[in-house]
């Protein structure tokens, strides 16, 4: 079997790091082409992956001599690419989020149902994760009984360049967003978003941090902090609490230091250490996936559902913190997996 021919599309930071773990790491796919807005991030990439540049990423999608492609644009280009390679009738690894807003989102899974055949996979990563997937696994058991609460925090160092308080949610809690309904397998029922004292780390323009509740279908209550310039580290936490037990996310395993009088361990200050064996296992599976002519894992159904929870979730923040009601369509038999 040849390995499969990957073009690449956005080379920034995850574009280059998937870029190198699909051409150094990952088994049975390499990277033939890679595009980029601009040039020069798409000249480092092609030089550090011995590929091609292509000017624009229709030429990488419509290319008879590539199999598959990596969406690692920025957000808002999601849809517009991913929806090319359904016109091709291409597989596609499209990173979080599938879409800005959900009728973005729906635009794609009509035409992937139209198009017949599931090509898209959404960047959700955590789901690949193996401290999540013990979660999981220990909930599935029953260990700890039926879930009552699951308690989240997102933080990270700084918010980049030109974030705004939409992104807070499209592009951070959406990943809490989908995590947690997988880990308690339950639809969403209602949500809100609260803002209240602003940290004075926040740039201008930034209510940071912002509170997300969300209630699921069957009671159980979800809170996620979703603190962008939370300054000390990149730190990601879960909780469930069930009936018998609670169980929560492990800490990445660094060792202990006592220094200066302190005793303690050090922690990732982003999300391209934190998450770098999901990122590998997420692929590996893709690629296996994709040779097969198959898809798994999230799908264009996923980030239907992640983007619009977001959308009310901003609308809840612009209210005032109402709870909104969400009426979660049923899934599709298209998107059984
Ligand atoms: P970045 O800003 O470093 O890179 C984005 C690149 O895409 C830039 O080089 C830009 O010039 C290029 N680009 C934008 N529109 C394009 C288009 N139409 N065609 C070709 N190139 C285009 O951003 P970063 O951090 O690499 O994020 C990229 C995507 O990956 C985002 O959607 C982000 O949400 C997602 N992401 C996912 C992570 C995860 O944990 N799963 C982590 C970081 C980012
Ligand atoms: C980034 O785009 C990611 O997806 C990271 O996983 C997340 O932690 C970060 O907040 C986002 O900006």
Redesign the pocket.
């Known amino acids: 079997m040849n390995d499969l021919r990957v073009g690449l599309i956005g080379c920034g930071a995850?574009g280059k790091d998937h870029a190198l773990r699909i051409q150094n790491k990952l088994q049975r796919a390499r990277i033939v082409a890679v595009t980029d807005v601009v040039r020069e991030s798409a000249e480092k990439v092609a030089q550090l992956c011995d590929c091609k540049v292509k000017n624009i990423a229709t030429e990488i999608i419509a290319d008879p001599e590539i199999d598959a492609v990596v969406v690692t644009a920025w957000d808002p280009a999601h849809k517009e690419l991913v929806l090319e390679c359904i016109k091709h009738q291409k597989f596609v690894f499209c990173?979080?989020p599938l879409a800005t807003e959900a009728k973005g989102a729906e635009e794609i899974i009509q035409a992937e149902m139209q198009g017949g055949n599931r090509l898209v996979q959404v960047g959700f990563?955590r789901r690949y994760d193996k401290g999540y997937r013990q979660m999981k696994a220990i909930i599935d058991k029953g260990e700890i009984g039926a879930p009552l609460l699951v308690h989240c925090a997102?933080r990270?160092v700084a918010s980049?360049k030109g974030?705004t308080e939409d992104?807070m949610i499209t592009?951070?809690c959406?990943?809490e967003i989908d995590l947690t309904k997988w880990l308690v397998e339950d639809d969403y029922d209602s949500v809100r978003c609260l803002v209240g004292r602003t940290s004075k780390e926040a740039p201008e323009g930034l209510r940071d941090p912002q509170m997300v509740l969300i209630r699921t279908k069957s009671g159980i209550c979800i809170d996620v902090e979703v603190f962008?310039n939370a300054r000390f580290g990149?730190d990601?936490q879960c909780q469930v609490v069930g009936e018998k037990g609670t169980v929560s996310l492990p800490d990445p395993s660094y060792p202990s230091v006592r220094t200066g009088a302190i005793k303690g361990t050090q922690l990732c200050t982003?999300?391209s250490i934190r998450?770098i064996e999901a990122y590998d296992v997420e692929l590996q599976e893709w690629i296996d996936n994709t040779i097969q002519g198959t898809t798994a894992g999230p799908n264009s159904w996923d980030g239907y559902i992640a983007a619009l929870t977001a959308d009310l979730l901003i609308k809840s923040r612009d209210e005032g913190g109402t709870e909104i009601k969400l009426n979660t369509p049923e899934r599709p038999v298209f998107y059984q997996n």
């Open positions: 995850i990173e979080k990563m997102h990270n980049g974030v992104f592009q951070t959406i990943h962008l990149y990601i982003d999300w998450f």
